[in-house]
């Protein structure tokens, strides 16, 4: 099988086998597919910033455009003995599967094809094409461990000429691995924003990391997302007890479900994944809370944002019209909001 394990394929990108000529970097963590994907096709030695050595493609552009990939594999380059064919945001795309199959029957002499995917099933459509090929290369890309974590912050210490003292490093690891170029981003933040100094301290990885105030019902919103029935009503109460009003829980959870809304509305229309539409959000999803994301734009389905998103208008009416019970209010349409995902979650 032409695959690798994810813990393999660092080692297999820093020596890519010549006989190689269709490579796929697929998974979840769309940052990292993208940062390996760089350092593949900087081992191509082709100039990146050449258009006629490296074309770059949307995976939805060759999908709409059948054939497309096949006539550019078998265009004879100009001025360079062979070129780049990159293709990104690829998903399920059948167009580009059928075209990677016939590439893979017959491989063009002067191509190299290098695919970036979302998260692909085992087994199916362009994974199982690339994985079934004797040419072909496919390289899974999941969230970075504390191990590789370790290694991104090193990297970037390394770039500024900085250390960083232990329990900084604790405090900064946790707010770091859904996404390997959000984390390097948030890194290289912190680096700047400690410019001057050689070592990194606790104050500074919190500085950064915004400690709000509000996390009290930022927490009763997250929960309520992964419908953690229990954790959103500890949360709540946690906040309306400092004396927080209900009605900053209640709109938060409502601009966090138009936003999951529009997101949905993007992977039906665009027959997108979930990890694909919260990487191009705008604005963007904060790194952190990408997972979460995704999981509900997975379970929850338009009809049923709609659904919630009615049931919170009406709660924010009737605590307007009766003050004296918002708490008791808001609570009960959360509460049957977080009840609901925790069923879609079962379902799913």
């Not at 006989?19 to 900087?42: C, H, N």
């Not at 604790?170 to 390097?184: F, K, Y």
């Not at 529009?262 to 999803?285: D, I, T």
Request: proline fraction near 4%; hydrophobic fraction near 45%.
């Amino acid at each position: 099988m032409a695959q690798k394990k994810a813990f393999e394929v660092d080692s297999w990108l820093a020596r890519p086998d010549p006989r190689v000529s269709i490579v796929l970097l697929y998974g979840p963590d769309r940052g990292l597919v993208s940062e390996r994907a760089k350092a593949f096709a900087a081992k191509t030695g082709l100039p990146l910033d050449d258009p006629f050595s490296v074309v770059r493609l949307e995976g939805s552009e060759v999908d709409r455009d059948e054939g497309r990939l096949l006539d550019e594999a078998r265009t004879v380059p100009m001025f360079s003995d062979r070129r780049l064919l990159w293709v990104r945001n690829a998903s399920g795309q059948k167009a580009l599967a059928d075209d990677v199959k016939a590439l893979a029957a017959e491989p063009a002499r002067d191509a190299i094809i290098l695919i970036e995917a979302g998260d692909l099933k085992k087994g199916v459509g362009l994974r199982a094409v690339v994985e079934a090929a004797d040419i072909a290369m496919a390289l899974p890309c999941y969230a970075d461990e504390a191990r590789d974590i370790d290694t991104v912050i090193d990297d970037e210490l390394r770039k500024a000429g900085m250390s960083m003292t232990l329990e900084a490093r604790q405090a900064l690891r946790r707010n770091l691995g859904g996404d390997r170029l959000a984390s390097r981003g948030e890194i290289e933040k912190l680096t700047l924003y400690a410019h001057g100094q050689k070592e990194i301290g606790l104050e500074e990885v919190r500085a950064m990391s915004g400690d709000v105030s509000g996390a009290s019902f930022d927490d009763a919103v997250d929960a309520l997302l992964e419908g953690k029935v229990g954790d959103f009503d500890t949360a709540f109460t946690r906040h309306c007890q400092s004396g927080g009003p209900p009605f900053l829980v209640l709109s938060s959870a409502m601009r966090q479900l138009q936003q999951i809304q529009v997101m949905r509305g993007q992977m039906e229309q665009g027959g997108r994944n979930a990890a694909s539409v919260v990487a191009g959000a705008r604005p963007p999803v904060f790194f952190s809370r990408r997972k979460l994301v995704e999981k509900a734009l997975e379970r929850w389905s338009s009809d049923a944002l709609g659904r919630a998103l009615t049931r919170l208008q009406t709660a924010v009416l009737q605590t307007r019209r009766r003050p004296d019970l918002s708490v008791a209010l808001a609570r009960q349409a959360l509460l049957g909001i977080a009840v609901e995902s925790a069923r879609l979650g079962q379902r799913g």
